[in-house]
């Protein structure tokens, strides 16, 4: 069965601080993987997009890291801000697919105190 | 900024009322599709179109029901509201890129029904 498993559930971090946020997933066969933002009562938005062949992908303050092998990805934010404060969702998609579906994981809620 | 907008925002109606979800996009996207999202959950995808005259059902159960009329439009319709529809409501749209299937989404329609 495809999944994504995504965890901490939630974090709270002082602004200023590095966060990692952590995703495992099943899905095959595997075509990318992608960390959105999303902002309470938004839609998603994209922040990286890795495909099998890379292991790392950078936007700005956000690092997405890759293992393929082991089925397992990570988002690092650097130097947090308050406006960081949404939940990042995990999201798979399979090679196999003409639709280009998804598999979302449930997200990781993230709060920023100043 | 994607070009996908959704109407209304926010919507608060009664039980047994009929209602229309209105989605569109300026991208000519073919593929298009509905999620519905409860608090704290994972995207759940409802309905789904690889074009003009094409709808599909999703993976998860949905009262509700789509047209694909126009490349630009997906509207989503409940014919008798119910509180159990209470949710969010996220239209997205896809291109095929070199990198796999890029959805976009929209901000997103709350439904509350009492």
């Known amino acids: 069965k495809n999944q994504v498993e995504q965890s901490p559930q939630s974090l709270i971090i002082l602004e200023g601080k590095n966060c990692t946020l952590q995703c495992n997933y099943t899905v095959s066969p595997f075509s990318n993987l992608r960390w959105y933002k999303q902002d309470t009562g938004r839609g998603p938005v994209s922040l990286t997009i890795m495909t099998f062949s890379e292991n790392t992908k950078s936007n700005g303050r956000y690092t997405a890291t890759l293992d393929a092998d082991t089925k397992q990805s990570s988002l690092h934010i650097t130097a947090s801000q308050l406006s960081d404060s949404a939940s990042y969702i995990c999201v798979v998609s399979d090679r196999g697919s003409t639709l280009g579906r998804l598999y979302f994981g449930r997200g990781t809620q993230l709060t920023v105190w100043p | 900024e994607a070009d996908i907008y959704q109407t209304p925002r926010y919507l608060v109606i009664g039980t047994g009322k009929k209602i229309t979800l209105e989605c569109s996009q300026t991208?000519?996207?073919?593929?298009m599709y509905w999620y519905q999202q409860d608090p704290g959950m994972e995207l759940h995808l409802i309905h789904y179109?690889?074009?003009?005259?094409?709808?599909e059902k999703g993976d998860l159960s949905s009262e509700s029901t789509v047209s694909r009329i126009r490349t630009e439009h997906f509207p989503l319709t409940l014919e008798s509201a119910r509180p159990s529809h209470t949710s969010q409501y996220l239209c997205?749209?896809?291109?095929?890129?070199?990198?796999?299937?890029?959805?976009?989404f929209g901000p997103g329609t709350r439904l509350t029904v009492t």
């Open positions: 179109s690889y074009g003009v005259n094409s709808t």
């Open positions: 991208m000519g996207h073919d593929k």
């Open positions: 997205a749209s896809s291109e095929l890129t070199s990198k796999g299937h890029e959805q976009y």
